[in-house]
């Protein structure tokens, strides 16, 4: 997050108030809610991805198990929802170890495919195992029990309950990436034999970075759970994990403020463009293909070095 | 909704279990089901290891390509009421010549970047072209006959086998041993492997490389081309036949080696017999079978079967 000083303050301004009266702003108000749930699910991932190098396309898994997680701890106990949440996180996480442990054996390219197969996997046994996850009908009737005072049927008291699960996903996303731990992320992604020769664990990093990541994911699969009252068999599906590569992509890797904005932008136009059309996968598809032939550090980053060379 | 490719192409045998009995003869079937599945993923995953090796792309594309050429044939032979061999010689050729143009306009633009910008530029390519043909010819899937000459079953002795199914194992067969040849005997594929081993010192030994990769792509796309073809008459031809299979194919490479053409063969016949004989013993979960499999080469044999060492890594 390197924002020019003297821009600073009037950034954090403005953003704060932009997501305060977000909800407004929208068409409707769960939109905006689900723009701030895929933007902590990209910031998460731009910690495996931006700043460890870690191309993974199997990230609806965790996702999807964050909201199952949540889904499934909602229906069948009665506990409140940021518990609930924390459930779906630790099942993303517990399940991203062997994971992550078995991706990590295999680099770059491999990477990619070895985390979709077990994305995959897990897709088939959500799939087949009705009795569980209701399969391809998806798991319904999820409740939204109210915390304490605060009623989160309404919205907008959602919105604001997913803001601060936002915030705080912000605040320990800088936090790990300005540590130490970041900065040896950082290491590893641009040179890993080297990090290795001066005495650093290549694949320990990597798998602390990949279950980090995992568990952002998590959270914001929970927090959709909770924002659709159902968890659709998608949620762990392969247009997921592209959805997130994408936002990304698209936002600037390796920026954290990137695929936030990335993410909100990409959740606002594909609701835009579905009310009008259903050729959303074939705008997808072309947006893919565009950026990363000309956009490949970024939109935001890209158009910043062409038109404002400050 | 969303099928394994594996799962779509083997018939559901669930009711077996009720007969309380291992029948031998069932076992032998499945065990041929088993070398179908395996060809078509000897087929898809011989393209994808020869343009990996070679390009040193991952071709994400290449579930969309054999969906491509399973509508090819859709069109030609159902459409325009032509001969089924028509379209097995005409539709690897489209898809080929499909293939080439994707490679030329796109796929070169990326060689310099890192080898992950390419998966992605294909992902976004296979995304394109599966929603541009649920566009055109509707998101259901349209039936797909065998063809009538290679209809009806053949006595083998031991069993009664469909002809078509028999026909399918015949043509992979052949067509892989003729890419092996084609690589290791030629001259052409001489060039291909020199590729392999170093683009570059290829390149300054005055080979055009770019051409070479762009018919290397090429001919990949051909072969997934024609797996969608001798496919579609045992699936469902539909939008989403690719991606369901592209994944289980993944797997193959991954276990084969990637960019090892005998590693793709072996692979790709035991995860098929893997998949058909795990119906067998646990129908539900005959797919995630496979992905167990990979894990446990993951752990004793990180490079696959017969990969190399740090192979674009």
Known sequence: ?310 | MLRGGSEALTPAFVSFLGMGFMDLHFIFIQLFNGLILGSIYVLLSLGLTVIFGTLGVVNFAHGALYMLGAYTAYSIVTLLNLHFLIALLLCPVIVGIIGILLEKFLISKLYKLPHFYNLLLTFGIMFFIQDAIKIIYGPEGEPFNIPEFLGGAVNLGFMVYPKYRLCIILVTGFLASGVWLFIVKTKLGAIIRAGTDDSEIADALGIDIARIFTLVFGMGAALAGLAGVLAAPIQDVQPLMGMNFLVETFVVVIVGGMGSIGGSILAGLIIGELVTLGIIFWPPMSTTLIYVFMAVVLIIRPRGLMGRVAFFE
């Open chain 1, 1 to 310: 997050m390197k924002v020019n000083s003297k821009y600073s303050f009037g950034f954090i301004i403005l953003a704060g108030l932009f997501l305060l009266f977000l909800p407004f702003v929208t068409p409707y108000k769960a939109l905006a809610s689900q723009m701030l749930v895929f933007a902590i699910f990209a910031l998460g991932y731009d910690i495996a991805f931006g700043y460890t190098g870690l191309l993974s396309f199997g990230h609806a898994a965790f996702f999807g198990l964050g909201a199952y997680g949540t889904g499934l701890t909602l229906i069948h106990l009665s506990i409140p929802a940021p518990l609930a949440i924390s459930m779906g996180v630790i099942i993303s996480l517990l399940i991203a170890f062997p994971i992550g442990y078995l991706s990590i054996r295999r680099r770059g390219i491999y990477f990619a495919m070895v985390t979709l197969a077990f994305a995959q996997m897990i897709y088939f046994i959500a799939f087949k195992w009705r009795s569980l996850t209701g399969g391809d009908d998806g798991l319904h009737g999820v409740p939204r029990p109210p915390l304490g005072f605060i009623d989160l049927r309404s919205e907008v008291v959602l919105y604001y309950f997913i803001l601060f699960f936002f915030l705080l996903s912000i605040v320990l996303g800088i936090r790990i990436i300005r540590s130490p731990f970041g900065k040896t992320l950082e290491c590893l992604r641009e040179n890993e034999d080297r990090a290795r020769s001066i005495g650093y664990n290549p694949t320990r990093y990597k798998l602390i970075s990949f279950v980090i990541s995992a568990s952002f994911a998590g959270l914001a699969g929970g927090l959709y759970t909770l924002l659709q009252n159902f968890v659709p068999l998608f949620s762990l599906g392969l247009d997921i994990s592209g959805d997130v590569v994408l936002m990304t992509l698209i936002g600037g890797m390796g920026t954290l403020y990137g695929p936030i904005m990335g993410a909100m932008g990409l959740v606002y136009l594909k609701d835009l463009l579905s009310s009008y059309t259903n050729i959303w996968p074939l705008f997808l598809g072309l947006l893919f293909v565009v950026s990363i032939l000309t956009f490949r550090k970024g939109v935001f980053k890209e158009l910043k070095e062409r038109f404002l060379k400050f």
